[in-house]
Nanobody
């Protein structure tokens, strides 16, 4: 049983920055591939970024590459998403997710994840 709780969302103007956190319960955080997804108004949930168990490898969607950075601190059971140069199209509910499955290094599809947070709202105004 894994609980994921996001925080750090809010309202920011275009060009600004925001840092999201995802706190995980349990003692096996370092065994999970982690990811961030988002759902914008009127759209399907989409992949944003993922990070390997050790934090050595990452992958980002083209829409956020160069602007967003994913990281993790396994000693603190916490996942982070640093968002810079935010644009109105980044407005969405952001979800962290954990994959407890063996094998693989990075995961970018919703069906590969087993646990999800409740989401945190990010609103970018112009």
């Amino acid at each position: 049983q894994v609980q994921l709780v996001e925080s750090g969302g809010g309202l920011v103007q275009a060009g600004g920055s925001l840092r999201l956190s995802c706190a995980a319960s349990g003692r096996t955080f370092g065994s999970y591939v982690m990811g961030w997804f988002r759902r914008a108004p009127g759209k399907e949930r989409e992949f944003v970024t993922t990070i390997s168990r050790s934090g050595l490898y990452t992958r980002h969607a083209d829409s956020v590459k160069g602007r967003f950075t994913i990281s993790r601190d396994n000693a603190k059971n916490t996942l982070y998403l640093q968002m810079n140069s935010l644009q109105p199209e980044d407005t969405a509910v952001y979800y962290c997710a954990a994959s407890a499955r063996d094998g693989g290094t990075l995961r970018q599809w919703e069906y590969e994840y087993d646990y999800w947070g409740q989401g945190t709202q990010v609103t970018v105004s112009s």
